[in-house]
């Protein structure tokens, strides 16, 4: 019989070698480092007015830039604490005017100078309703974007109120109107250039591999000084564990979040890589349905009476299960709030934990266990719910899990229904359930994602169980228009929260603290909680750790 | 002969039309919205309002359908909601890749397939066959992922021998430009297409050894072997030829087969073809890709099977003869 030659099999073993090996590349000096980062998901189109992915928005931050953006601090009330982008200087000449004068050494990557003009054009599409940016509702309080001249534009403001500035800057990334004017805009959303775009930014647009990668150039002319890091490489994957794997094995320098207490500890316990945590902007909480599933209506027959409401949360040991889902990768928050949120304040009045009164409470209203199978009951009707499950997300399966069977020993029976992400998003907008188990990604400040979901004007948005109570939303509308005075608004926003949490519309379960793992050949890391690649621009590999990958030329 | 054909060609676009026609109102039903993250991040409902008005999904069902086959007929399969392009372009570019996945782990799987089958064949029941077997049996009854996964822990992630996963370097091979970049890519695509081709192997040699047992107690066998024709001359050149007649079936179930396993294996691996596209289309509820790409998969599992036919046909005259009198 014919046997295999074995210059078959060296033919295959060179190919992987010739795979395998690294090549030596040119680059030496300061601006040689390749940055690959791992990442489950890709994004949409790399054009921020169309898009909230989070995807989008890390690779499309180092492309195009703001006006001016956050700070240090993360403070986003007054204008202090901003740090300029396109924008070198700034003045309010009225209480609401306020003007902006741009760098003049900016410029778009096709060598076309950054003006004024692209600012007001930029502000046109996010406000134009055949765009139907995402962020349209959070530029509502500014009234007219003009240009003075072709480097001055004037922001004209509804009214004034403590975040005008952040919400002037911290929403647009100004785009290049030479080349997207001509673009209809009910199109925008699948305009080629969001697959290639020209920004203004420290890296230019070099590739997009479907599925796989996409790669940014440091641009050597940019004008708030040239980027260390001459590449970043997303390098796409289906899963999380399979980006946390590519980590470990050294095919990925970086990783936004590790997630899970296991996958921190493999990586930091990696003698190659650096953990660098910093705060969540993601809280999770069970909501309840204040109103009849799928009839709003008519009240919830359980969850419309509060005490029962506050019998559950006082029932619920919200500590044990977040460590066991996070170790100490979250905090229990005060109320429905991200760690992110300058008004987080463990002080602010919560109900606690307190089996024994939640059981008087529940004995109070009637619901006892009248028939010994261990669940309580009233009027023939178990005490019973159905909480509502993504599939998608394992940490809100195990949650849930370990909610159902702490219910189970106060004498509540839960039902869980586990659907795929796509049913969950849409029954829970539909009311369609008793209760939810929820999370909630936040801007870096309360005063636009709050309102949405825990007041009136969230009804029939993200507001899902319905929760009211007008004291609160009067609160928050306090607040939110304080005068520029953080005393005042922190003094409002604890009384908003405390006087929700003795409503109990929801159980506030996990704060979510991040941790992103960076090959310890990076130097200079710094990562700001609400966009951890904000100042990538400052990352650097110093020349004597310098690899083969750093210096490939391509 | 060409009745025949034309008949099959017009069973084949039937089946097509009836699996896109299926697809498009299955997940249509499918409850859930498109246009969501891949997170599980929660969507402001406004939001999933204005672009489902926007992609016109607020029309009836079957006004969409009709749509959608215009369309079709002319060459448009839609534009994806997820990816924000043509259905084509994100097609395009995957369906290189699971046909590169595909064909290395059809040759794997009938490489050593058709090579364990006829060793096996040849001594059978010796120690070497009843081992092979019994190997054969473990790898075919293996789920694909698993096989995946395992092959991942242990090659990838412990003895770092290869990726794990993609389709190339993207520092040091952004293109297949160069022999090393080929290399590469041989390398990252070693450890899918073995994870396919062996579990489709471990079938591949089952079937064979059958084939090639019934053959060689033909009596032609035995007359060739009394006319004094060496073992090897037999075996490869008179009872190989007529088993591998069932083999050209087999050629045709393969196709399904790898394309239903390929969506397992490029998920595990990160392989951006068919499968994985197709998987997030159905998670996003991105319906033109979804039928889109059962479209190309239901096409090229027709097409394998047409092909198949015409060979078989081609290779026994028995055939022809009986579809002709059909």
Same mark, same amino acid.
């Given at each position: ?40 998901? /890709?994004?949409? +189109? ?14 499309? /931050? ?17 204008? /202090? ?21 741009? %760098? ?19 502000? %046109? ?42 919400? !002037? ?16 805009? %009910? ?45 970043? +490489? ?73 005490? &029962?409401?506050? !019998?559950?949360? &006082?029932?619920?040991?919200? /500590? ?19 760690? &992110?949120?300058? +008004? ?71 039902? &869980? ?24 990604? *936040? ?68 704060? *979510? ?36 990958? %750093?210096?490939?030329?391509? | @002969? ?89 097609? $395009? ?99 899918? $297409? ?17 084939? @090639? ?29 007529? $088993? ?29 073809? @068919? ?24 096409? @090229? ?26």
């Amino acid at each position: 019989m014919h046997t295999p030659r074995p210059t078959v099999f060296a033919a295959v073993a060179c190919l992987a070698l010739l795979g395998s090996c690294e090549r030596r590349g040119g680059c030496t000096g300061d601006h040689c480092g390749t940055l690959v980062i791992a990442y489950a998901g /890709e994004p949409d +189109i790399l054009l921020p007015p169309v898009s909230e992915f989070a995807a989008t928005r890390d690779v499309t /931050e180092p492309i195009f830039l703001k006006l001016a953006d956050l700070g240090p601090s993360g403070n986003t009330v007054g204008d /202090e604490d901003f740090q300029p982008q396109l924008a070198e200087r700034w003045e309010w000449d009225t209480p609401t005017t306020l003007v902006f004068h741009l %760098d003049p050494r900016a410029h778009w990557q096709d060598g076309q100078a950054v003006t004024a003009a692209d600012v007001a054009f930029t502000y %046109d599409v996010y406000t134009d309703t055949l765009v139907n940016s995402p962020f349209r509702s959070s530029l509502r309080q500014i009234s007219a974007v003009t240009t003075r001249d072709s480097l001055t534009v004037v922001f004209r403001f509804r009214q004034r109120y403590p975040e005008m500035f952040y919400d !002037a800057v911290y929403h647009m990334r100004i785009m290049p109107s030479h080349l997207l004017r001509e673009v209809p805009r %009910d199109q925008w959303r699948s305009t080629a250039f969001g697959r290639a775009p020209v920004g203004d930014g420290p890296y230019r647009f070099v590739a997009w591999k479907a599925g796989q990668s996409i790669e940014l150039a440091a641009d050597s002319t940019f004008f708030l000084g040239r980027p260390y890091i001459r590449r970043l +490489i997303w390098r796409f994957t289906p899963d999380q564990q399979v980006a946390v794997t590519q980590l470990l094995a050294g095919d990925a320098d970086a990783i936004e979040v590790l997630i899970t207490p296991d996958n921190v500890q493999r990586a930091c316990a990696d003698p190659k890589l650096a953990c660098y945590p910093y705060k969540g902007s993601a809280y999770g909480y069970v909501g309840f349905n204040l109103a009849a599933p799928g009839d709003t209506t008519k009240p919830h027959p359980l969850f419309a009476d509060r005490d &029962l409401r506050r !019998a559950l949360v &006082l029932a619920t040991d919200r /500590e044990r299960p977040l460590h066991n889902v996070f170790g100490e990768l979250a905090r229990v928050p005060p109320g429905p709030m991200s760690q &992110l949120w300058w +008004i987080w304040d463990p002080e602010i009045r919560e109900l606690p934990y307190d089996s024994a009164q939640a059981a008087r409470l529940l004995k109070r209203l009637g619901w006892i266990d009248s028939d010994g199978d261990g669940i309580r009951d009233k009027d023939g009707h178990a005490l019973s719910f159905r909480l509502l499950v993504p599939t998608t997300s394992a940490i809100r399966r195990q949650y849930a899990r370990l909610l159902q069977e702490s219910f189970r020993t106060a004498g509540v029976d839960v039902q &869980l229904d586990e659907v795929d992400f796509s049913v969950f998003n849409e029954r829970a907008r539909a009311g369609r359930f008793d209760a939810l188990l929820n999370v909630w990604n *936040t801007d870096p400040t309360p005063s636009s994602g709050f309102p949405q979901t825990w007041t009136k004007a969230g009804f029939g948005r993200s507001n899902y169980g319905r929760y009211f109570n007008p004291q609160v939303d009067q609160l928050v509308d306090r607040a939110v228009s304080a005068a520029a005075n953080r005393d005042q608004a922190r003094r409002a926003w604890r009384s908003a929260f405390e006087m929700l949490n003795q409503d109990a519309p929801g159980i506030f379960l996990f704060a *979510t603290e991040n941790v992103a793992a960076v090959s310890k050949r990076f130097t200079d890391v710094t990562i700001r909680p609400d966009s951890w690649l904000a100042l990538v621009r400052s990352w650097r590999v110093p020349s004597d750790r310098l690899t083969d990958r %750093d210096r490939v030329e391509r | @002969m060409i009745v025949w054909v034309v008949r099959r060609v017009a069973a084949s676009i039937a089946i097509v039309w009836a699996v896109v026609t299926l697809t498009f109102f299955v997940i249509h039903a499918a409850r859930g919205s498109p246009f969501l993250p891949e997170s599980s991040q929660s969507v402001d409902p406004e939001t999933i309002v204005r672009i489902t008005n926007q992609f016109g999904l607020d029309r009836p069902l079957w006004v969409q359908y009709v749509l959608y086959l215009r369309n079709l007929a002319t060459g448009n399969l839609g534009e994806s909601f997820a990816l924000r392009r043509p259905v084509a372009d994100a097609l $395009a570019d995957a369906i290189p890749n699971t046909f590169v996945l595909a064909l290395a782990a059809l040759l794997i799987d009938f490489a050593v397939g058709l090579a364990l089958g006829i060793y096996q064949a040849v001594r059978e029941r010796s120690v070497g066959d009843i081992v092979l077997g019994n190997i054969a049996l473990f790898v075919n009854s293996m789920p694909t992922f698993w096989l995946g996964l395992v092959l991942l822990l242990v090659f990838a992630q412990r003895l770092h021998a290869f990726p794990v996963g993609g389709i190339s370097d993207p520092v040091l091979c952004p293109r297949l430009d160069s022999a090393a970049c080929l290399g590469d890519f041989v390398w990252h695509l070693t450890l899918p $297409a073995l994870t396919l081709g062996l579990v489709g192997a471990a079938g591949t040699a089952r079937f064979q050894r059958a084939a @090639m047992l019934e053959v060689i107690r033909q009596e032609y066998v035995r007359t060739a072997r009394a006319k004094g024709l060496q073992e090897r001359r037999v075996l490869l050149v008179h009872a190989l030829r007529n $088993a591998l007649l069932p083999f050209i079936t087999l050629v045709g179930l393969a196709f399904p087969f790898l394309l239903t396993g390929a969506v397992l294996v490029e998920t595990v691996y990160a392989w951006p073809g @068919m499968g994985q596209l197709a998987v997030r289309a159905i998670l996003q509820r991105d319906y033109y890709v979804v039928t889109g790409a059962a479209l190309v998969t239901s096409t @090229m599992v027709v097409l394998g099977n047409l092909i198949a036919d015409l060979l078989y046909a081609v290779a026994d005259p028995r055939i022809r003869v009986r579809g002709a009198g059909a």
